[in-house]
């Protein structure tokens, strides 16, 4: 689908090609045509003062009834017997949502033979309801059985809105959850809100990082959004209490075109960069991968990770899995040290939650230091070994 020219009304002034951001506009002698390269995002269509552009229709069939559909879902993820703290988080943001609009706050629990304690603890963390799908098919983890089971329940239960988590296992079932119900979902959700008319708001990084848009979903339901490890404050609420349904789902829901052969433990370094308390990052002002053994050291003095700038990734000096930002990995440690990294909104989008930031660069007019708590302005090949020397004498190591 592409943006759609009425050529009845179009003057051929030209003023819509420039502003397209993706050059899918182009004038040929008095023609105008839209490329393939349309993403749909609308601006030319208010450049022009003819009304020749407008966006073709979505959605398909009769309309759905908004007012049937009420409260906040949260997928709630586990693994190994435990629930994953972005479930945790989510029912925290989830639970202020609710709150707003004075509705109830649920969380879906899919699995078999799951421990009562999950549902507790969903409960204990703001969930009134805690929905329990349970069949010897939802154990291990399918894309299909998942998203066919959580679609069902939703078509049952007619939520609002469904928050998950854009882990692995979000991002590989939730599209599919909302492609069944036929519905929108925004990935990678850096804040979301409850506008005044009740809609939920989805805030996230758009055109590369450049701009933060607010997207809703006002036509279809549920509105669906998934958000990044780390990105919300998780909260206790103690005392707060709630009630688990067991849900009963017809067999067919179950029924999967995947066979799990064997479950591997993760072997690369992402787990322990967002878990970490302390994270050290270098960039491009490196000028060299073996200087990233600078970095290290540092990383390992404070018993912390190392992190990386996609500047640092692109020129082959750590490896993917360490790079933090828009692209990479969303971390929120209690210390980022950011040595040699400009502060690009990419970088920033995904560290940003960082109790304490420390940054290092030569240029004090680096972005980085617009969001650092302490900001030194140095060469890093005369601060960084000071630094080591100093954490050294305080440690007793020297
Ligand atoms: C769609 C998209 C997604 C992206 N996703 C990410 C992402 O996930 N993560 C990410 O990091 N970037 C991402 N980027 C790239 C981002 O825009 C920047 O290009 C990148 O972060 C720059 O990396 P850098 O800061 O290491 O390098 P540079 O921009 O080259 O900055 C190097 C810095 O080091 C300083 N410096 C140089 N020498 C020294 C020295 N001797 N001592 C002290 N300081 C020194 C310089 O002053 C400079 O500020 C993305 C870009 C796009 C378009
Ligand atoms: S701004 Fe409107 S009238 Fe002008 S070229 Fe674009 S579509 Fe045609
Ligand atoms: S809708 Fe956006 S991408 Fe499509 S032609 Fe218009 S400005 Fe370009």
């Not at 309801?129 to 329940?153: C, G, I, K, M, N």
């Not at 854009?166 to 979301?192: H, N, W, Y």
Request: glycine residues 8%; proline residues 5%.
């Amino acid at each position: 689908m592409k943006a759609i020219v009425d050529h009845q009304k179009c003057t051929a002034c030209g003023v819509c090609v420039d502003v397209c951001p993706f050059e899918a506009i182009t004038l040929k002698e008095t023609l105008l045509e839209i490329s393939d390269e349309c993403t749909l995002c609308g601006m030319c269509v208010d450049t022009c003062e003819f009304q020749a552009l407008s966006m073709p229709e979505v959605g398909s069939g009769a309309p759905v009834d908004l007012t049937a559909h009420k409260g906040i879902w949260v997928f709630a993820e586990w693994r190994e017997g435990a629930v994953h703290k972005v479930s945790h988080e989510l029912l925290s943001a989830g639970r202020k949502l609710a709150d707003k609009k004075g509705i109830d706050l649920c969380a879906v629990l899919l699995g078999h033979a799951l421990d009562s304690e999950i549902s507790q603890e969903l409960i204990a963390h703001g969930a009134d309801v805690v929905y329990v799908v349970d069949h010897p098919q939802l154990t291990p983890f399918r894309d299909d059985t998942y998203s066919q089971a959580l679609a069902e329940l939703a078509r049952r239960k007619k939520p609002e809105i469904i928050l998950a988590g854009a882990t692995s296992m979000g991002r590989s079932f939730i599209p599919r959850v909302a492609a069944l119900l036929k519905t929108g979902l925004t990935a990678d959700c850096t804040e979301l809100d409850i506008s005044d008319d009740g809609l939920l708001l989805q805030t996230r990084p758009a055109f590369g990082g450049n701009v933060m848009a607010t997207i809703i979903c006002p036509h279809s339901r549920p509105q669906m959004a998934t958000v990044r490890p780390k990105v919300m404050k998780m909260e206790r609420i103690p005392g707060h209490g709630g009630k688990v349904e067991t849900v009963t789902l017809p067999e067919s829901t179950f029924q999967s075109r995947i066979e799990v052969l064997e479950v591997l433990p993760e072997r690369d370094q992402t787990a322990k960069l967002t878990e970490a308390d302390v994270i050290v990052s270098g960039g491009r002002g490196l000028r060299k991968g073996e200087h990233f053994a600078l970095i290290e050291e540092v990383a390992r003095l404070f018993k912390g990770a190392v992190g990386a700038s996609r500047g640092a990734v692109e020129e082959g000096w750590m490896p993917p899995s360490h790079q933090v930002g828009q692209t990479g990995r969303t971390v929120a440690p209690k210390l980022y040290v950011a040595v040699g990294i400009a502060g690009a909104i990419q970088h920033v989008v995904g560290m940003q939650g960082s109790k304490i930031i420390v940054a290092v660069n030569k240029d004090p007019q680096a972005p980085i230091f617009d969001i650092a708590t302490y900001g030194v302005v140095a060469d890093l090949f005369e601060f960084v070994p000071a630094l080591v020397k100093k954490i050294k004498q305080e440690q007793g190591m020297v």
